[in-house]
């Protein structure tokens, strides 16, 4: 059971904190900064804490550099990500 999402991200926000859906697309603020991969760190560990999973259960697939990111999530189904983040 794994879910893989594509999330917009926004760095430097004043707290982490899931947006909603825009379309297809999972929006999320990080707290942390786009340097050295230090949003890319915060964004996993706050998918990891949000849907109650170990944060190596969450893999960046896609968009190290970027602002659109591909995400895969191991142990949560999709229904379950749409019900702990509705529109």
């Known amino acids: 059971m794994a879910v893989t999402l594509t999330i ?13 859906w825009v379309g297809d697309r999972l929006k999320v603020k990080v707290k942390a ?7 890319n760190l915060e964004l996993v560990r706050f998918l990891a804490e949000q849907f109650g999973v170990r ?7 896609r968009g190290d550099t970027a602002r659109l990111k591909t995400v895969r999530i191991e142990g949560i189904e999709e229904a379950e990500v749409r019900r702990l983040c509705p529109a």
């Open 8 to 20: 917009q991200t926004t760095p430097n926000a004043p707290r982490s904190a899931i947006v909603g």
């Open 33 to 39: 900064p786009a340097v050295e991969g230090k949003a």
């Open 55 to 61: 944060p190596n259960a969450v893999t960046l697939l």
